[in-house]
């Protein structure tokens, strides 16, 4: 399921960080990575010669870094606007999942700053694993996935459970904010959590692939209650679908929703205090 990776660098350390602990997973060693450096447009050949002398050694250093197995290891030097370069690799290759470093920008700043992981975030169909500049990269121990009843979610969890199969030493959090839950009935028992019609054949899905888990309930704004529940069990990498609403006619242009930072998984990709892994595919 996560056979190939595109790992676009945004020459920061802890996208880097991000990958080398990604390697302590069986699943992703197994799988083919893809290093891209993207040289933007330069005003002379003089300057862009310089640019891409420099993006070699920006490649060599990652590699020397990250000390991938060579054999699982490919790397492109491309020429042009890194947004656009980036979305189109991702198709060349067929890309399982794109590791891509955030500035974290919120609502019109990523707009009008021309932020490159927003860019990817809104045009792509390929999963995307975010690493904001901000945040410290831990040894992924505790991972949460957010639930609701949209596919986008439980793909989501099928691709958690697919990277967590054989790798013990996480636990995996399955959390679902209902913004119906009154605050009077908070919180929850352990067997209401577990009961959850939402969790409950998640919990099942997650047990049957010997993944340890625990269940939380909560209401409130999903968004804002997904990043509390980030910061009070102290999770390492959080999960969540993000589907794409677009129409079929308008997959070439941004969901103004998404720009404008209104959507669930934008709010979450902005305020989230851990590396967020955005679960998507074509037609979910």
Same mark, same amino acid.
């Given at each position: 399921?996560?056979?190939?990776?595109?790992?676009?660098?945004?020459?920061?350390?802890?996208?880097?960080? *991000?990958?080398?602990?990604? *390697?302590?997973?069986?699943?992703?060693?197994?799988?083919?990575?893809?290093?891209?450096?993207?040289?933007?447009?330069? #005003?002379?050949?003089?300057?862009?010669?310089?640019?891409?002398?420099?993006?070699?050694?920006?490649?060599?250093?990652?590699?020397?870094?990250?000390?991938?197995?060579?054999?699982?290891?490919?790397?492109?030097?491309?020429?042009?606007? &890194?947004?656009?370069?980036?979305?189109?690799?991702?198709?060349?290759?067929?890309?399982?999942?794109?590791?891509?470093?955030?500035?974290?920008?919120?609502?019109?700043?990523?707009?009008?700053?021309?932020? #490159?992981?927003?860019?990817?975030?809104?045009?792509?169909?390929?999963? *995307?694993?975010? #690493?904001?500049?901000?945040?410290?990269?831990?040894?992924?121990?505790?991972?949460?996935?957010?639930?609701?009843?949209?596919?986008?979610?439980?793909?989501?969890?099928?691709?958690?459970?697919?990277?967590?199969?054989?790798?013990?030493?996480?636990?995996?959090?399955?959390?679902?904010?209902?913004?119906?839950?009154?605050?009077?009935?908070?919180?929850?028992?352990?067997?209401? *959590?577990?009961?959850?019609?939402?969790?409950?054949?998640?919990?099942?899905?997650?047990?049957?692939?010997?993944?340890?888990?625990?269940?939380?309930?909560?209401?409130?704004?999903?968004?804002?209650?997904?990043?509390?529940?980030?910061?009070?069990?102290?999770?390492?990498?959080?999960?969540?679908?993000? @589907?794409?609403?677009? @129409?079929? #006619?308008?997959?070439?242009?941004?969901?103004?929703?998404?720009?404008?930072?209104?959507?669930?998984?934008?709010?979450?990709?902005?305020?989230?205090?851990? &590396?967020?892994?955005?679960?998507?595919?074509?037609?979910?």
């Amino acid at each position: 399921m996560l056979d190939k990776i595109l790992y676009a660098d945004s020459g920061t350390g802890q996208t880097q960080d *991000m990958l080398k602990v990604l *390697m302590d997973i069986p699943a992703i060693k197994k799988a083919d990575i893809t290093i891209l450096h993207v040289v933007p447009p330069q #005003v002379s050949a003089d300057a862009l010669t310089a640019k891409w002398e420099e993006g070699g050694k920006i490649i060599a250093n990652i590699l020397e870094n990250t000390q991938l197995d060579p054999h699982k290891v490919s790397t492109m030097l491309r020429q042009g606007e &890194p947004k656009d370069i980036v979305c189109q690799v991702a198709e060349e290759i067929d890309a399982d999942l794109i590791l891509i470093g955030s500035r974290g920008l919120k609502r019109l700043e990523a707009i009008l700053e021309n932020s #490159v992981s927003q860019y990817v975030f809104q045009l792509t169909n390929h999963p *995307m694993l975010l #690493v904001k500049d901000d945040i410290y990269v831990k040894k992924i121990k505790r991972v949460m996935v957010a639930l609701d009843k949209s596919a986008a979610a439980q793909y989501a969890l099928d691709l958690i459970l697919y990277l967590l199969r054989d790798y013990p030493d996480a636990e995996l959090f399955l959390a679902r904010v209902n913004p119906d839950l009154k605050p009077e009935l908070l919180p929850l028992s352990k067997a209401e *959590m577990e009961n959850n019609p939402i969790l409950a054949p998640a919990a099942e899905k997650t047990k049957r692939m010997g993944v340890s888990y625990r269940c939380i309930v909560t209401g409130g704004k999903p968004g804002e209650q997904i990043c509390n529940l980030v910061e009070e069990y102290n999770i390492d990498l959080l999960v969540m679908g993000s @589907p794409d609403r677009r @129409p079929s #006619v308008a997959k070439s242009l941004p969901d103004l929703d998404r720009l404008l930072g209104t959507s669930l998984s934008d709010y979450v990709r902005v305020n989230a205090t851990c &590396p967020v892994l955005l679960a998507r595919k074509e037609g979910s």
